[in-house]
């Protein structure tokens, strides 16, 4: 899962798979995962991988889901990373999601603050995300990256351009025309 942040920034038009080549990735990743499951466990980090693993409706999905998936997103999330210099941050990508630095205010005390931030409340609330993601009957266990919806179009809470699927509603109301 590219995110166009650090070096891959400049070059995420060269670097950057298309939607349907990540849907066919990780769809494949998947078949591989049920085929050597006693063997081999592949941490995917897109949140839409999600999807695509509820889409093929394993028995033990929420399980998954709840302990075993890394991919979710975490900006807003229960989720703090510290870097190399001791920022911060609520996204372990974008930089410019840092709530603070070590050096200046303890793990507990940002972690509060984090939690009754306005933005980050809003962030947690996946209802305020915009386009095909907000619309989405996947939403919940996805919502798309908003690193990557805010790189694209200037806007966080807006879709995740990187998402091939069409949502069932904006499916429905296209036959419908």
């Avoid at 998936?69 to 807003?76: E, R, S, V």
């Avoid at 947690?124 to 179009?153: F, H, L, P, Q, W």
Wanted: overall charge positive.
């Amino acid at each position: 899962n590219l995110v166009p942040v650090g070096r891959a920034d400049p070059n995420m038009p060269n670097l950057a798979p298309s939607p349907d080549e990540y849907e066919w990735a990780f769809n494949n990743i998947y078949d591989l995962q049920v085929k050597y499951a006693d063997q081999v466990h592949v941490n995917v980090y897109a949140p839409f991988y999600a999807r695509i693993v509820r889409q093929r409706n394993p028995a033990d999905f929420w399980d998954w889901f709840t302990q075993r998936f890394l991919g979710k997103c975490t900006i807003g999330g229960n989720y703090i990373s510290v870097t190399e210099n001791g920022d911060y941050r609520s996204c372990g990508f974008h930089e410019g999601y840092r709530v603070g630095n070590v050096k200046s205010k303890g793990l507990r005390e940002t972690w509060d603050e984090l939690q009754r931030s306005e933005l980050h409340l809003k962030l947690r609330d996946k209802s305020n995300i915009k386009g095909k993601c907000g619309v989405c009957e996947y939403r919940e266990i996805c919502g798309g990256c908003r690193t990557r919806a805010e790189y694209y179009t200037g806007d966080l809470f807006q879709s995740d351009p990187a998402c091939a699927y069409v949502p069932k509603v904006l499916r429905e109301a296209q036959s419908r025309q």
